[in-house]
């Protein structure tokens, strides 16, 4: 049980294009998922916090125009990077809170290798 | 403010050695969770353990093992009898309850278990 998909895995493009990716909670519903950024050999940093239903919660310093979150349904959020630029190269990970029984735990997603060119 | 630290960013042992990683966590919560995750060199995060603050027990699943003392504010993880599977890169994290469930990291330690 506890199973977060992402897709795609991996993506290449070019820069000025924009890139979405999806987290899905296979096995359970998520009211709450959290999009992070790890950079190489660096500890995840938290994005944003995204509620099904309304609006995400960015951390300080994340551009909201940028990072386009949606929370559609209580088993998929997706992340859409606009215009992406090199910069914005790095492993994007999603994790999904299940919402049963009371429990915080956060499971992860593959995460999602963003190269831009 | 939430932190959490762990002091060791690499750590090599030969295969079959015990070995610990430690986690430092300081929160002025009075609820709070703690937990250790795995990332192998996939990337993907695999979840190992969450500690409610209320449960001070240590727990024990097959080779790992964790100890919790809030006196020091710490939240070891044993491997015993490491294999070559458990090299990867460990995270602690700690989280506060209901409404306050971001979680933050500790740095992460390299393990490397060598053959």
């Known amino acids: 049980g506890a199973v977060v998909s992402q897709h795609p895995s991996w993506v290449i493009c070019k820069s000025g294009t924009s890139v979405k990716i999806e987290c899905r909670s296979l096995d359970f519903q998520a009211t709450t998922m959290f999009w992070y950024r790890q950079f190489p050999k660096q500890s995840l940093m938290l994005m944003a916090t995204s509620n099904e239903g309304s609006k995400a919660t960015y951390e300080q310093g994340v551009e909201k125009d940028k990072f386009l979150i949606n929370h559609a349904s209580l088993t998929l959020s997706t992340l859409t990077v606009t215009s992406a630029h090199p910069e914005d190269s790095s492993f994007y990970i999603c994790s999904a809170r299940d919402s049963a029984g009371g429990t915080y735990t956060q499971y992860f997603g593959p995460g999602t290798r963003l190269t831009v060119l | 403010a939430q932190k959490v630290t762990q002091a060791q960013t690499e750590i090599s042992v030969v295969e079959k050695e015990d070995v610990t990683l430690d986690c430092v966590y300081e929160t002025r919560d009075t609820t709070y969770y703690l937990f250790w995750y795995k990332q192998p060199p996939s990337g993907e995060l695999v979840f190992l353990i969450r500690?409610?603050?209320?449960?001070?027990q240590n727990e024990i699943s097959g080779r790992y093992s964790w100890n919790f003392q809030k006196s020091t504010s710490s939240f070891n993880f044993t491997i015993t009898a490491s294999q070559v599977v458990d090299s990867a890169v460990y995270f602690c994290?700690?989280?506060?309850?209901?409404?306050?469930?971001?979680?933050?990291f500790g740095t992460g330690t390299r393990l490397t278990i060598i053959p």
């Open positions: 500690r409610n603050s209320f449960d001070e």
């Open positions: 994290a700690l989280s506060g309850g209901f409404g306050n469930e971001k979680l933050t």
